[in-house]
């Protein structure tokens, strides 16, 4: 019989208090059971709304009547069609905002858990599954792809199952990109990633680490001398913005991208890490967005006292609903409507308060959003002995300062269509290399975008 609840079956979650002092993933996952009953919340449109509310076009309601069945694996398969990463998505996505938000049962009462059934499908699949993916025959042609986040990833993937040879080039020592380096282990497990990965390899898919495009290998060196027939770029948007003003450059002043990556890559919260990072006893937290929720709840499992600073109100927090209500339940503070005009300095080169201009809210700006504007003469101080700067990235340079016929934008994006294809023939990118700061499911969706465009130009240019 079909589930006519009103609500969707809620995601158990680790306790607000204990996981505020640990790594572990916070939401625990559906059972068996919960997601069989919330599989039948579904009520298989015929028209399907939900698919056209995702990047990447999963088959939404036939994977969702498998499970209703109890057919996990053939669930998985379906998804499987269309993500490479289903996994990752099922945990990170703003399912909210894309699949769930035309979910007809969402109209009345709250949509079906499309993204928490995707997630238990993969970890079902991952826990059971012994079965290696079917590698590919070989077509011989040869693409190289820049850069192991979700839009290389999802572009590699889907052009090994087409049989093309790919080599992924990551500039760290450890592939993933943004899944490894930005997102916090409690909110995806880095053993996810890997097993994703591993099952890219399985596929044919090369990886090489350390390889910084621009400055080890060109995007030209790799066309003209080492044979490959496209690139693409899916090398993200990693440069933090900074607000430039006094204090900025003080000791532990921190980018969210410096301040996660040794978190997350490099571990720094352990006892005698070697690259260790202050722990603090009162962090601020400056921006509103899921990376500014991600580096407040790390500082809160170093120990801190943390509060968030943002210039417009919680309705204008760009972050996802779940994400800033587990950061509520884990005891982080918020100050809206104000934004940091000086850091101060305890006398010795570190950070000893912040200090904050107070905001009102104008006219919609550029974004659609209230314009903050300052109230003269109102500002306030806070104690801090860190300080994180999450303001967002743009694309590093490199790439567009060494590659002949690159055009980009003035702040730095690649330029390309809609299919991929940049001013450089043969040159392909996507993700936030091409829009900045983005989601990951709208980077996996540039990546297979640019995959079929890849393929078709390889196909035509040897007829």
């Known amino acids: 019989m079909p589930n006519m609840s009103l609500k969707k079956n809620p995601m158990p979650t680790q306790d607000p208090v204990e996981r505020s002092k640990n790594f572990k993933e916070v939401a625990l996952g559906y059972t068996e059971e919960i997601a069989i009953d919330e599989a039948k919340r579904c009520l298989n449109c015929k028209n399907k709304p939900c698919v056209a509310g995702c990047p990447v076009k999963i088959y939404i309601p036939e994977f969702i009547a498998k499970v209703a069945e109890g057919d996990f694996e053939e669930a998985y398969n379906i998804i499987s069609r269309s993500s490479s990463l289903p996994a990752v998505c099922g945990r990170v996505c703003p399912q909210e905002t894309q699949c769930e938000s035309k979910c007809v049962r969402g109209i009345k009462g709250e949509p079906v858990g ?38 290389g990833l999802a572009c590699a993937g889907d052009l090994a199952k087409k049989g093309y040879k790919v080599v992924v080039f990551e500039a760290l020592h450890l592939a993933g990109g943004v899944l490894v380096y930005g997102i916090p282990e409690f909110r ?47 090398s993200g948007a990693g440069l933090p913005k900074f607000m430039n003003i006094p204090g900025e450059n003080l000791k532990d002043v921190y980018s969210a991208n410096e301040f996660l990556t040794r978190i997350n890559l490099m571990k ?20 509103g967005g899921n990376v500014a929720m991600d580096a407040a709840r790390c500082a809160r499992r170093l120990g801190a006292e943390v509060t968030i ?66 109230i003269e003469g109102e500002t306030f101080e806070m104690d801090a002995d860190v300080v994180i700067m999450a303001l967002g990235t743009s694309p590093n340079p490199l790439i567009k300062s060494t590659t002949k016929g690159l055009e980009t934008q003035s702040w730095g994006g690649i330029i390309a269509d809609e299919h991929g294809q940049t001013s450089r023939e043969g040159v392909f990118a996507g993700g936030d290399a091409v829009t900045g700061a983005a989601t990951v499911i709208l980077a996996m969706g540039a990546g297979k975008t640019a995959a079929e465009a890849i393929d078709a130009y390889i196909q035509n240019k040897n007829k």
């Open 114 to 151: 499309i993204g928490r059934l995707e997630r238990f499908v993969a970890d079902w699949h991952n826990a059971h599954s012994t079965d290696a993916p079917v590698k590919p025959e070989p077509n011989g042609h040869r693409v190289a792809v820049i850069g192991s986040g979700p839009a």
């Open 188 to 234: 995806l497990p880095k053993s996810i990633v890997q097993k994703e990965i591993d099952n890219l390899k399985a596929l044919g898919v090369d990886i090489d680490t350390n390889i910084v495009a621009g400055r080890t290998l060109s995007v030209d060196e790799l066309m003209d001398e080492y044979g490959f027939e496209s690139v693409f770029i899916g």
């Open 268 to 287: 720094a919260y352990k006892d005698h890490s070697s690259t260790p990072i202050a722990h603090g006893h009162h962090a601020v937290v400056v921006g």
């Open 309 to 374: 600073v943002y210039r417009r109100t919680k309705a204008e927090l760009p972050a996802r609903k779940e994400e800033i209500e587990h950061a509520i339940e884990e005891g982080i503070k918020f100050e809206f409507l104000c934004s940091p005009i000086e850091i101060g300095n305890d006398g010795n080169g570190c950070v000893g308060s912040i200090k904050c201009q107070k905001m009102k809210l104008s006219e919609p700006d550029a974004s659609g959003r209230a314009r903050p504007v300052p």
